[in-house]
């Protein structure tokens, strides 16, 4: 774990946040969580500006991520509503439930439509019923699989 963080503020260090972030696109996102993780918050922020959207909202999609909303909020409105629209639907909510009002307002006007539509479908629940916590993600299996 402490050679995970060690190598990313190396990395940052010597390349700089860009090349670090470029670096990091090719890890396993656990590893980049961790890593970020044990990173002082401006300097997690300055690796998730240079994230390509994909790789930045895959590791919000996965758990383990301290402080997903406090992250999202620090970043550009242009960065973090790309990332927000790439997130999944009830990971979204949940992150739209921890951000400040300031920035659910500001935040919430610069997604796309579908992903509006599902954060006020869901931020429409109590946090704690099944209806606050679901995603809006629709699955069909055939009878006959």
Known sequence: MEDVRA??????????AERAAKAL???????????LD????????????????????GLFNT?????????LAKLPD???APILNEVHPDRRAEIFR??????????????????????RRILDYPPDKAGGIMT???VAVPARW
Request: glycine share 4%; proline share 6%; hydrophobic share 45%.
């Open 7 to 16: 190598e990313v503020q190396a990395l940052v260090a010597q390349s700089g």
């Open 25 to 35: 696109s090719n890890w396993r996102a656990a590893d980049v969580i961790e890593a």
């Open 38 to 57: 044990g990173l002082p918050t401006e300097a997690a922020v300055e690796i998730l500006r240079h994230l390509p959207d994909e790789a930045a909202a």
């Open 63 to 71: 758990p383990g991520l301290d402080k997903p909303a406090s992250l």
């Open 78 to 80: 242009e960065r973090a």
């Open 98 to 119: 921890a951000f400040p009002k300031e920035a659910q307002d500001r935040l919430f006007n610069r997604l796309e439509e579908a992903a509006k539509t599902s954060v």
């Open 136 to 138: 809006t993600d629709f």
